[in-house]
């Protein structure tokens, strides 16, 4: 008996509290030409470590843009010249609102490490797509607005280009 109320107790925590992120997600990339290399030596190695800055332009859904700010971190994602995925860590400048558009853009900087040129992520890398967190809810809330519960939230939809929840 006590091990059922402590699971429940323990449950009833984790459905009403813990963060699910929510992201937006969009193939529609242009990289920019401009970019910044900044090179030093390692703290711990003899290493030259290069830093690569490179400005890319994603296009979201109007209804999106509400939700993503200056500031707010990113993630690229490419598969580099040896075919691997990888994950790009990334800022967002700016956000320019479309007005009565269905699609608005977003500008974002892209901030790269690596070792030595041979390794540049970007060099012949195909962009994939472009990840940023949208929003965070809990389980109860996914689960209301799901079955349409939910007051004053919208239904969760699912098509490839508006939202993932991971």
């Known amino acids: ?3 059922t109320i402590l ?8 459905f009403f509290t813990f963060p699910v992120k929510v992201y937006t997600v ?5 990289v920019q030409k401009n970019e910044t ?11 030259l470590k290069s830093y690569i800055t490179k400005q890319l332009c994603a296009v979201f859904p109007a ?8 500031g707010q971190s990113a993630y690229l994602f490419l598969d580099n010249d040896q075919g691997k995925r990888e994950r790009i860590p990334a800022t967002v400048l700016n956000v320019s609102y479309p007005g009565d558009k269905e699609m608005g853009q977003v500008v974002l900087e892209a901030n790269a490490e690596y070792i030595d040129h041979e390794h540049n992520p970007f060099k012949n890398a195909k962009m994939r797509h472009v990840k940023i967190n949208i929003d965070e809810l809990t ?3 996914i689960l209301f607005r799901a079955s349409g ?6 239904n969760i939809t699912s098509t490839y280009h508006n939202t993932m929840v991971q």
Request: aromatic fraction near 10%; charge should be positive; hydrophobic fraction near 35%.
């Open 37 to 47: 290399i900044k090179q030093q030596f390692s703290d711990h190695s003899n290493h």
């Open 139 to 141: 389980p109860a809330t």
């Open 149 to 154: 519960l939910g007051i004053d939230t919208p």
């Open 1 to 3: 008996m006590m091990t």
């Open 63 to 70: 209804r999106e843009l509400k939700k993503i700010k200056t």
């Open 26 to 30: 969009t193939p529609n990339i242009n």
């Open 7 to 14: 699971f429940s107790m323990i449950w009833s925590n984790w």
